[in-house]
Structures are given as C-alpha cells and as structure tokens.
C-alpha cells in the first residue's frame, strides 16, 4: 500500500496562488495515475484534476480548468497541483490520491482511487 502525504495549503487572498504537493512512499507511483480532490464542509468530495502515469494527459474540473495545473515527477515519487487565480469557492481540504491499478471508474469518480492522503487545507479569503 502507498502512503500519501499533502502539503503546501495555507490561507491566500483571492487572486493569489498556492503549490500543493503530493508525496508518495512505500512504493513507487510511476504506474498510477494520480488526482486531486477537493472537500468543502458539508459537501461531497470533488474532483480536481488527475494526471496519467507517464504524465503526458491531464484532466481537469470544470471550475478549476485553466487555473490549475497538474504535474508529476516520477523521479521523486511526487505530484504536485499549481493552483493560480485562485477564488474563495476554492475553499476546502485538498486531496490527493492514488488511482487502482484495474479501476473501474472514471478519473472523475472517487471509486476509482484506492490510496488517499489526509488532506490540506486551502483556505482562500475574499
């Protein structure tokens, strides 16, 4: 089994820009693909972005597309999420997860995912 660790939350104005960093142990994720989540109080779990193993597709929310960016590196067992203009509707503990090697979901859905991190917190003040 992976362990997931998030890091790189804090509290940013509105416009501003944060880094969230995905490290992973126990094994390697060069063959996951990998995504971010996001939670807000009394909400359901939502996607965010996920990256494919070799890196070379991504995915993107609806509401984060064009603001966020993805990325990995395999050398350093690592996925980060760059997080640009942000808005206070980006507001919630961030995820990040590990895909199942034969999953039967879409990136989109959190079934898919069979390792998670605890989460960090994004806070984005108005």
């Known amino acids: 089994q992976v362990q997931l660790v998030e890091s790189g939350g804090g509290l940013v104005q509105a416009g501003g820009s944060l880094r969230l960093s995905c490290e992973a142990s126990?094994?390697?994720?060069?063959?996951?693909?990998m995504g971010w989540f996001r939670q807000a109080p009394g909400k359901e779990r939502k996607f965010v972005a996920a990256?494919?193993?070799?890196?070379?597709?991504?995915f993107y929310g609806d509401s984060v597309r064009g603001r966020f960016t993805i990325s990995r590196d395999n050398a350093k067992n690592t996925v980060d999420l760059q997080m640009n203009s942000l808005k206070p509707e980006d507001t919630a503990v961030y995820y990040c997860?590990?895909?199942?090697?034969?999953?039967?979901?879409?990136?989109?859905?959190?079934?898919?995912?069979?390792?998670w991190g605890q989460g960090t917190q994004v806070t984005v003040s108005s």
């Open positions: 997860a590990a895909a199942a090697r034969n999953r039967r979901y879409g990136l989109d859905d959190t079934g898919a995912y069979d390792s």
């Open positions: 126990g094994r390697t994720i060069n063959s996951n693909d």
């Open positions: 990256i494919s193993g070799s890196g070379g597709v991504t």
